[in-house]
């Protein structure tokens, strides 16, 4: 059970207005949990100037690794069901993004290549995010950075492992 103190640090709508005692007592899955809100707010409003959202965006960033992908590749990379990402991919290809073919190898599983229109897009969203990033952190140093993309990839695991 939470403190009573959590529960009225959960109508904060930004982390930001918490006073530093109440960041101490906040319990530090609210924190992301809110963070990552936040983060996804912001970005979406930004790749709505780009017709794009942080969904497409990161199926964009993955199938642009490749000249071609299996769909069932790009299920498991993104850890997203079929019917969901056929869902998904056939909107990028209706925005122009992608072009999905079947395998030539078994006709019923889809290869999918991202277009040239999906490539500049693709690039003009890792501009928005690396922008977003030099703001965010111009105040901090590369190392204060770096440390904590480290700590953050080692929560990361931690939680992964959680059973």
């Known amino acids: ?25 906040t319990p530090f899955e609210f924190l992301i949990m809110k963070l990552n809100d936040i983060c996804l707010v912001s970005l979406n409003r930004k790749l709505n100037k780009l017709d794009l959202t942080i ?7 993955v199938i642009n690794t490749e000249k071609t992908l299996p769909q069932s590749y790009i299920s498991q990379l993104l850890n997203i069901h079929g019917g969901s990402v056929t869902k998904a991919l056939k909107r990028l290809e209706e925005k122009g993004f992608v072009e999905i073919h079947p395998n030539p190898e078994n006709k019923s599983k889809n290869i999918v290549s991202i277009t040239d229109k999906g490539r500049i897009v693709t690039q003009e969203f890792n501009k928005t995010i690396n922008e977003i990033e030099d703001e965010i952190f111009k105040d901090y140093t590369q190392n204060e950075k770096e440390k904590l993309k480290i700590m953050l990839r080692d929560l990361s695991k931690k939680y992964f492992e959680l059973k």
């Open 1 to 25: 059970m939470f403190p009573r103190k959590y529960y009225t640090i959960m109508k904060f709508r930004n982390i930001s207005d918490l006073t530093n005692e109440d960041l101490a007592e």
């Open 55 to 61: 969904n497409q965006a990161n199926f964009l960033v």
